[in-house]
């Protein structure tokens, strides 16, 4: 993400597997596990403390003169109906030449506060998605034209904590509520989706495709995504360091029916040191991201900055998050 989020032609790591499976047929061995992949928006710390030096507030609303009710729900404003989340996660990778192996788990919870009619509360909501995918790809010549192809098979868990609205009398024990909200949850849906993924090498130029959840069975409503994407290598001899630029489209046919500024993403990377740390930048969303790498033998780091946006169009309804990632890759 802090390259921008370009993906459809970008190879080099087991997520290749889930951003395009035609990067398979390019994959060497490779293994990622990310014990640690969170995500925190910009200013949760902003709403959480909010609500806790508010809690006798919430909680005694009812109890509070005009004067102070009305004072109460002016500083509130700022936060009213705006959610706010944190992620978390983990995932594991495999590749050999042509194949990919990979398992992750999403973990989001949302808050916010929620000024109501009548009396103010805050509302709870989140969700799981526990994803397994095997893939292949492979080099093939068809038309006189060289080019890469795959497909991959995911197994799909999704479940969902539908909106808690947690009464002023309970802000207290928000942490308790969400972890009884969370032990109760059942499987909502699950089942397969396909994915297709191509890659073409113009020049210098890597060209791809990828059609997302070309056929699945999980979840009722869930459409087929078209991406589209460029990714190369600036001749290491042209520039002090070594640099790669991407370019994806993403949501080819717009079925969120947004701006096209907000499905195009582009980004850089500058790698020091013999790949050892690497500086990033792009645009996503209309929004500039920024992102830092850091690969030591057999641990990496990677720390980004991004914003993504809620609305029709970019400058609308920004959410920035910082989203960083601790593991082992070999």
């Not at 403390?49 to 507030?57: K, S, T, Y």
């Amino acid at each position: 993400m802090g390259m921008g989020g370009v993906s459809v032609a970008v190879g080099g790591n087991t997520h290749a597997l889930f951003y395009n499976p035609a990067l398979l047929s390019r994959q060497t061995f490779k293994l990622d596990i990310l014990p640690i992949h969170g995500a925190m928006d910009d200013d949760i710390f902003e709403v959480i403390n909010f609500i806790d030096d508010h809690a006798d507030e919430f909680e005694n609303f009812g109890q509070l003169s005009s004067q102070e009710q009305s004072e109460f729900i002016r500083q509130s404003a700022k936060f009213d109906n705006k959610w706010v989340s944190l992620l978390y996660t983990p995932y594991l990778g495999l590749t050999v030449k042509g194949f990919g192996l990979g398992w992750y788990n999403v973990i989001q919870a949302d808050v916010k506060v929620d000024q109501g009619i009548f009396i103010p509360a805050v509302a709870m909501r989140g969700y799981s998605d526990n994803v397994f995918s095997i893939g292949y790809g492979t080099h093939t010549e068809r038309f006189g034209h060289e080019f890469d192809i795959g497909a991959s098979i995911k197994f799909v868990t999704r479940r969902n904590i539908e909106t808690i609205r947690v009464s002023a009398f309970d802000t207290e024990r928000l942490e308790e509520v969400f972890t009884t909200a969370l032990e109760e949850l059942d499987d909502t849906s699950s089942g397969l989706a396909l994915d297709i993924g191509g890659l073409y090498e113009y020049r210098v130029i890597d060209i791809g495709f990828t059609v997302q959840d070309l056929l699945q069975s999980y979840e009722e409503g869930i459409k087929p995504v078209v991406k589209i994407g460029a990714f190369t290598k600036l001749p290491e001899n042209s520039t002090p360091v070594p640099i790669e630029l991407g370019l994806d489209i993403t949501d080819l046919f717009n079925r969120q029916g947004v701006g096209l500024a907000q499905r195009i993403n582009f980004g850089a990377e500058l790698n020091f040191l013999a790949h050892i740390f690497k500086l990033r930048g792009g645009f996503h969303q209309g929004y500039p991201t920024v992102g830092l790498g850091v690969r030591l033998l057999f641990i990496k780091a990677d720390y980004a900055y991004f914003t993504r946006e809620l609305g029709n169009r970019p400058g609308q309804f920004g959410e920035s998050t910082h989203r960083v990632q601790l593991g082992l890759t070999w």
